[in-house]
């Protein structure tokens, strides 16, 4: 049996669709067709950021390959980061995304054409937009390099998602090709989310607690999701970060205020909540009805999955 932290939090059937689809290549076959279940209501308004912006973006050290998976639950797509130290022969992957062969390709593809070969993969967790691929782009790497399959770890907190014996958790270190990459624990979106720390860079890549724009859908406990916001915005600070690293959208080059945006928002839904449950609101449908008047409806599905995590919060403090 897994720790209770890793348990498995049962999704909504449209919830646990969405993630399944945006963890395949599924969405841009849809897309061919004309039709998209889960399509991001942004895409056709122009305020999605194009693929330009986020396609290349970094830091000295990482690099984003942005996955063809755009949807309401993945903005323009999932953000695959290639991070290496200069002149070092191995990189490390973070979040390989969907199960998208001609991503996959594409990735293992940027890194030989440096020079280079991928030492590592490490997941921020195990939603299928970003783990689905891990374990062909694992093959796929280790066959690109010439080295025997297998050769190439796949290191996650669940071991649902790992290939290799190694795990992740709070303070471990990475330091494949020479990088430090430090671990830390931020559960809240998910119970196995983690956020990595590139000292070198003062980059903090987030995984899904902290987005490029938009806000994220709590899976977890919210108190535990609260919880991590404060204390990234308290690391952020002591360690002097100069950016995010999201795993969807655009990089955050003001990470404090990036973070006190996000805090300030979750409490101010929260009081928006409790209001509306003083004013007689009984489910999380009707609260959504109300706080979430002024948001595409499209989006109401996910909104009321946050809403619940809220009202189980509020009436655990009671």
Same mark, same amino acid.
């Given at each position: 049996?897994?720790?209770?932290?890793?348990?498995?939090?049962? %999704?909504?059937?449209?919830? %646990?669709?969405?993630?399944?689809?945006?963890?395949?290549?599924?969405?841009?076959?849809?897309?061919?067709?004309?039709?998209?279940?889960?399509?991001?209501?942004?895409?056709?308004?122009?305020?999605?950021?194009?693929?330009?912006?986020?396609?290349?973006?970094?830091?000295?050290?990482?690099?984003?390959?942005? /996955?063809?998976?755009?949807?309401?639950?993945?903005?323009?797509?999932?953000?695959?980061?290639?991070?290496?130290?200069?002149?070092?022969?191995?990189?490390?992957? +973070?979040?390989?995304?969907?199960?998208?062969?001609?991503?996959?390709?594409?990735?293992?593809? =940027?890194? #030989?054409?440096?020079?280079?070969?991928?030492?590592?993969?490490?997941? $921020?967790?195990? *939603?299928?937009?970003?783990?689905?691929?891990?374990?062909?782009?694992?093959?796929?790497?280790?066959?690109?390099?010439?080295?025997? %399959?297998?050769?190439?770890?796949?290191? !996650?907190?669940?071991?649902? *998602?790992?290939?290799?014996?190694?795990?992740?958790?709070?303070?471990?270190?990475?330091?494949?090709?020479?990088?430090?990459?430090?671990?830390?624990?931020?559960? @809240?979106?998910?119970?196995?989310?983690?956020?990595?720390?590139?000292?070198?860079?003062?980059?903090?890549?987030?995984?899904?607690?902290?987005?490029?724009?938009? =806000?994220?859908?709590?899976?977890?406990?919210?108190?535990?999701?609260?919880?991590?916001?404060?204390?990234?915005?308290?690391?952020?600070?002591?360690?002097? !970060?100069?950016?995010?690293?999201?795993?969807?959208?655009?990089?955050?080059?003001?990470?404090?205020?990036?973070?006190? *945006?996000?805090?300030? *928002?979750?409490?101010?839904?929260? #009081?928006?909540?409790? /209001?509306?449950?003083?004013? @007689?609101? $009984?489910?999380?449908?009707?609260?959504?009805?109300? +706080?979430?008047?002024? +948001?595409?409806?499209?989006?109401?599905?996910? %909104?009321?999955?946050?809403?619940?995590?809220?009202?189980?919060?509020?009436?655990?403090?009671?």
């Amino acid at each position: 049996m897994l720790p209770r932290r890793l348990a498995r939090y049962k %999704a909504p059937l449209w919830q %646990a669709a969405m993630w399944r689809l945006s963890g395949t290549s599924a969405l841009r076959h849809l897309d061919r067709l004309g039709w998209n279940p889960v399509d991001h209501p942004d895409r056709r308004s122009g305020k999605m950021g194009e693929m330009s912006e986020i396609d290349g973006m970094g830091t000295d050290r990482a690099t984003c390959v942005l /996955a063809p998976n755009p949807s309401a639950m993945t903005l323009d797509g999932t953000n695959t980061w290639i991070i290496c130290e200069p002149g070092a022969e191995e990189v490390v992957v +973070v979040d390989p995304g969907p199960k998208d062969g001609k991503h996959l390709s594409r990735v293992v593809e =940027t890194v #030989a054409a440096q020079g280079r070969r991928v030492g590592l993969v490490l997941l $921020t967790h195990g *939603h299928p937009d970003h783990s689905a691929g891990a374990k062909k782009f694992a093959e796929l790497a280790a066959a690109s390099a010439g080295v025997p %399959a297998g050769s190439v770890a796949v290191r !996650a907190m669940d071991p649902r *998602h790992r290939l290799g014996d190694e795990g992740l958790i709070e303070g471990d270190v990475v330091t494949t090709g020479g990088l430090e990459l430090r671990i830390l624990e931020t559960p @809240g979106h998910s119970n196995d989310s983690l956020t990595f720390w590139l000292p070198a860079d003062g980059a903090v890549l987030t995984g899904d607690t902290v987005l490029g724009y938009g =806000t994220t859908v709590v899976e977890g406990k919210l108190g535990d999701y609260l919880s991590s916001l404060d204390r990234l915005r308290k690391f952020a600070e002591e360690q002097g !970060a100069a950016t995010i690293l999201p795993g969807h959208g655009p990089k955050l080059d003001d990470p404090i205020a990036a973070l006190d *945006h996000y805090i300030g *928002h979750r409490r101010q839904r929260l #009081a928006q909540v409790e /209001a509306a449950v003083e004013n @007689g609101a $009984t489910t999380a449908r009707e609260v959504v009805e109300v +706080v979430y008047a002024d +948001v595409d409806q499209s989006l109401w599905p996910a %909104a009321e999955w946050s809403v619940q995590a809220q009202l189980d919060y509020l009436n655990e403090r009671k």
